[in-house]
């Protein structure tokens, strides 16, 4: 969506919001860090406005802390708010009412665009993202930290929508078109979060994505130390004789791809 409206001369886009859980400073429903949020922004050179939540807010508070993030903007000239939504009409009429009957109108660039289409548009504009959330009702444990791309589309049960409209995952996109650098990460801890009693939705599966520079002696998966002996100045390493798994491989992210090895104990993960 930020791709479009940066390439269409009818708006300009005056910042990016997004809505943080308070206590852990994590993007709500994402589990991104904010640090890597504002590295993200930085790359793509617009400004970032959080919208500080408590945990599970209700639509009001939601709406209520929106608006008072909003408001120097609003203060600015800013005439309108856009969304990223595909579907369901239920989000979209939400949003129109309650930010409609404040004044506020809404944008919906991608609405009602085949998920498939989209996916395959982000593709081809060369963007990069890595899959930081599964719903455990949906995908499997081994869906998370994948690379998201044709591979990823293609590999998940056809019931899964290609974007992750239903919520079924989240990304976090670290490159493309419209970032003057890659946002450079490690995969830390996964964490599993169970759902609240007697919500309809399932618990979902989380990796930590950390903020850090790529080097020929890390892993560019974990961050380890990788051993590399061609790094070190030796002719041959360790990894010339190993058969690294594709499910290892398909998680290296391009900016990483002949820079630098994984180190032995991610390229020990058993292909699924």
């Not at 409609?100 to 944008?107: D, K, Y």
Request: glycine letters at 6%; aromatic letters at 10%.
């Amino acid at each position: 969506m930020l791709d479009r409206l940066l390439r269409d001369e009818r708006y300009e886009v005056a910042a990016l919001v997004t809505t943080l859980d308070v206590a852990s400073q994590r993007v709500s429903a994402h589990g991104i860090s904010v640090d890597l949020v504002e590295r993200q922004a930085h790359s793509i050179g617009v400004p970032l406005v959080s919208v500080a939540l408590p945990a599970n807010p209700s639509h009001e508070v939601y709406l209520r802390e929106y608006l008072v993030a909003l408001r120097p903007l609003l203060h600015e000239g800013v005439r309108a708010v856009a969304f990223g939504g595909v579907s369901p009409a239920s989000f979209r009429r939400q949003h129109e009412d309650s930010f409609g009957s404040r004044g506020i109108p809404t944008l919906f660039p991608l609405w009602g665009e085949p998920s498939r289409r989209l996916a395959e548009d982000f593709f081809a504009r060369g963007f990069a993202a890595v899959v930081c959330c599964v719903n455990g009702a949906f995908l499997e444990r081994r869906f998370l930290a994948r690379l998201y791309d044709r591979a990823f589309v293609e590999q998940v049960p056809p019931r899964i929508d290609s974007c992750g409209e239903n919520g079924e995952f989240h990304t976090f996109v670290f490159d493309g078109p419209i970032f003057r650098e890659p946002v450079q990460y490690v995969v830390g801890e996964t964490t599993y979060v169970a759902a609240m009693r007697g919500s309809p939705v399932s618990g979902h599966w989380f990796c930590e994505l950390k903020a850090r520079q790529l080097s020929p002696t890390a892993c560019p998966l974990c961050g380890e130390d990788n051993h590399c002996s061609v790094a070190a100045g030796r002719a041959t390493c360790w990894c010339f004789t190993e058969r690294i798994p594709r499910a290892v491989r398909e998680r290296v992210p391009p900016y990483a791809r002949d820079a630098a090895c994984v180190c032995a104990n991610c390229a020990g993960i058993e292909e699924a």
